[in-house]
DNA sequence: ATCCATCCAGTAATGATTACTATTTAATAA
DNA sequence: TTATTAAATAGTAATCATTACTGGATGGAT
């Protein structure tokens, strides 16, 4: 869980990028980057619309898709999640990394002292310039793997 | 370019692999492989129906789909590029990594001995059983560098 | 408190991918 | 080689995530 003084912070953090860009903070847009900076579930679309209608009931899918595009130009927020069909989100712009389960999708966040020094090979540099490492660990998390060994379940 | 020999020997790869799975090698699904294995520009699903519809006019966009799933089910291709819109495939299956433009898409090939070196952190080992590692470096290429510094066209 | 550019809700449109069905074909054996 | 049959294909419709559009609503500077 996130605790509410980094959400606090985040969402802070969203409002002085708002007064320096010109945007603005309006009350959808805190409650959809409140609900994303209060987890770490690396929720997708869908999930967050849900959520955030619990406090905005008449709050538009669009508005959804828009701020989180909003959200993320502005760089207070990230995709995660390759290949996939439904983008996932992620309010923590620290450096880190992700493992995701190719079962169920869930995604938990690790961090790697090896990866954060890579250095890109000179095969890769002479490709262009490099702006960042996107690493993910693709397995079985624990939950499947045990639902997996009981097949009890009919 | 990749030789001959070397789109040979893959498509001779999934004729066995579709004797063992028992699926049928068909003139569609060898084309398409051909096709995939024969270049290194990890070429979206329309990009791959256009080229092999010069040699099966009246293929369909859903063979190439269907295809390309059955073929990647089976370990002889494999899905490239996060998070953007059309998928992307590739047909060298040995070890290796991307380097994605993030302005025009162009995907380079490089490999990198820390990365196959990469230990898994307990961080992460706690979180699954791991299957393998994704890593893409992103960036601009050298191309779109180059236009970036001269605008001189309108 | 007012004004206006920006934003939002509701809904239609888009674009990639997948599903469906009647017809064709690959693979096996006689 | 030909017959047989399950599997594959072509053509097209359907689906699903995401994006676009529009008239009405709202944040925030004055």
């Given at each position: 869980m996130i605790s509410r003084d980094q959400t606090a912070k985040r969402v802070a953090a969203f409002q002085a990028v708002c007064r320096i860009h010109g945007v603005k903070a309006t009350h959808q847009r805190m409650e959809i980057l409140r609900e994303l900076a209060g987890?770490?579930?690396?929720?997708d679309v869908e999930t967050i619309y849900e959520r955030v209608r619990r406090r905005?009931?008449?709050?538009?899918l669009d508005t959804v898709y828009r701020t989180l595009r909003l959200l993320e130009e502005k760089g207070v927020i990230r995709r995660v999640g390759s290949i996939k069909d439904r983008t996932r989100f992620d309010a923590n712009t620290e450096r880190h990394h992700h493992f995701v389960c190719a079962q169920c999708g869930m995604i938990g966040d690790f961090t790697s002292d090896v990866l954060d020094r890579f250095p890109v090979p000179r095969e890769a540099a002479q490709m262009g310039s490099v702006d960042g490492v996107y690493v993910e660990l693709r397995g079985r998390c624990r939950k499947c793997q045990m639902e997996a060994k009981k097949p009890e379940k009919r």
């Open positions: 987890t770490e579930e690396h929720p905005i009931p008449a709050i538009s």
